[in-house]
């Protein structure tokens, strides 16, 4: 299994000094910058953007999610001490994680049905059967913990190492590494349960 | 097909789905409600008062904002009554600090007290509080008389019947100008162990509590010499560590 066997080697660099003047961005964003807050955007919207949708599987509402995170981020910048770039894409996805759940728990009240994924450039067909397959999953992971959701996402959406996610999570590599083998032993016991089924 | 096999072309398409690029127009607007709370997050630290220093005001700078409030309190009125005249009413912390001066290891304080009392005398000479200023002066030297030196021919004992002698013209002057404290007795009249008028300057003779906390003896015999009646403020007021 290629997937789940996941090599390390493509990973162990993607952090590294990708964005030198990281650092001064974070600052200049402290102190307001427009331009600082741009480079921030673009640079992290995405992971932001795609964590969000990988828990939610809606379109919409992983887009109001990622605006939430980028407003609370401005209102909390100045707590934010590291600026190195794994410490500051941790920093947003621990702010989208929370948002995810505040967004769940609102939802839970108030069930919204979900957006189409809309690509003109995709095939209809294929977009169909990701989604598919992706609400296959993510219907599977509600029997997870919150923890074990949260280190699949980092793990097989946003691709970040063992290293990355035990930083990003604040745990050791080895119990990063322990919760992903539960986490994915589990998913396939319920797969196969319900394919059974 | 095999679970782990189905497992991975889940997590693929989960994968997929979710890195799909993010629609424009949320984006952008995204992007717009950031840069408003941007702004207004500048908004409202430009607003913030300035004693609350920093970006976040919280606890800790309202601590620090009172503390330093509390120390330029203290600090504006030792300086305004470092050298304030007897009976004003920051008249305490210039007796606090005569206080502390006499406490002071190594200190002389016949010379501390001359000094005190000719920077009374020289309150009196402006005019500034006049009464209590030569009431002060008196108890003053009624306390420096108890401490100086047996030896007569001490450059203090100078000091002191010059400063008697001032504190007597003053005394004199005022009670010629007439009471100028309201309520109160005669100014420039002691209530209380008032100098003798005569040539030879004699000390009070009642122990009385000085504006710098010491107790002032009776006067030893001896001290009522007519040497030295020179009428003026000879040693020169404000000297002794005073000021």
């Not at chain 1, 990622?66 to 209102?75: G, L, S």
């Not at chain 2, 127009?25 to 207004?40: E, F, L, N």
Request: with cysteine; hydrophobic share 35%.
């Amino acid at each position: 299994m290629q997937r789940l066997e996941v090599d390390e080697s493509d990973r162990s660099g993607e952090f590294g000094e990708e964005l030198n003047g990281l650092a001064e961005t974070v600052q200049a964003a402290r102190r307001g910058e427009a331009e600082a807050w741009d480079r921030l955007f673009e640079r992290f919207h995405p992971d932001v953007h795609a964590y969000a949708l990988a828990r939610l599987g809606d379109w919409a509402s992983a887009e109001d999610v990622t605006q939430e995170v980028f407003v609370a981020a401005v209102a909390s910048i100045p707590r934010l001490r590291d600026h190195r770039e794994p410490a500051v894409q941790a920093w947003f996805l621990h702010i989208c994680r929370h948002k995810v759940l505040d967004h769940l728990r609102r939802s839970a009240r108030q069930s919204r049905a979900p957006a189409p994924a809309t690509n003109a450039t995709a095939d209809p067909q294929t977009v169909l059967e990701t989604r598919l397959l992706a609400e296959e999953l993510r219907a599977a992971m509600r029997d997870l913990t919150e923890e074990q959701r949260d280190i699949l996402v980092r793990r097989f959406v946003l691709d970040q190492s063992l290293e990355a996610v035990a930083r990003g999570t604040r745990r050791s590599v080895g119990a990063v590494k322990s919760m992903q083998h539960r986490a994915l032993a589990s998913l396939e016991r319920l797969l196969s349960e319900a394919s059974w089924g | 097909m095999r679970s782990e096999e189905r497992l991975e072309r889940l997590l693929a398409a989960w994968h997929d789905e979710s890195r799909r690029p993010p629609r424009g127009d949320p984006r952008d607007r995204a992007r717009a409600a950031m840069h408003q709370a941007r702004r207004a997050a500048g908004t409202a630290h430009s607003r913030r008062p300035w004693l609350l220093l920093g970006p976040r005001p919280g606890p800790r700078r309202a601590l620090l904002a009172g503390v330093t409030m509390v120390a330029t309190a203290i600090a504006v009125i030792g300086v305004l009554g470092w050298n304030a005249p007897a009976g004003s009413p920051l008249f305490q912390v210039r007796a606090v600090r005569q206080g502390i001066q006499l406490a002071l290891p190594g200190s002389n304080a016949a010379a501390l007290h001359l000094g005190f009392a000719e920077a009374d005398l020289a309150d009196a000479g402006r005019g500034e509080n006049a009464a209590p200023s030569l009431q002060d002066a008196r108890n003053e030297l009624a306390a420096a008389r108890a401490v100086l030196p047996s030896d007569r021919t001490s450059p203090l004992w100078g000091r002191y019947e010059d400063d008697i002698s001032s504190l007597e013209a003053d005394r004199e002057k005022i009670e010629g100008e007439g009471p100028t404290t309201p309520g109160g007795g005669a100014t420039g009249e002691p209530a209380t162990s008032e100098p003798e008028q005569s040539a030879s300057p004699s000390p009070p003779t009642e122990p009385e509590q000085t504006s710098s906390g010491a107790t002032a003896s009776p006067a030893p015999e001896g001290g009522g010499d007519s040497e030295g009646s020179s009428g003026q403020r000879g040693s020169g007021s404000g000297s002794g560590g005073d000021g």
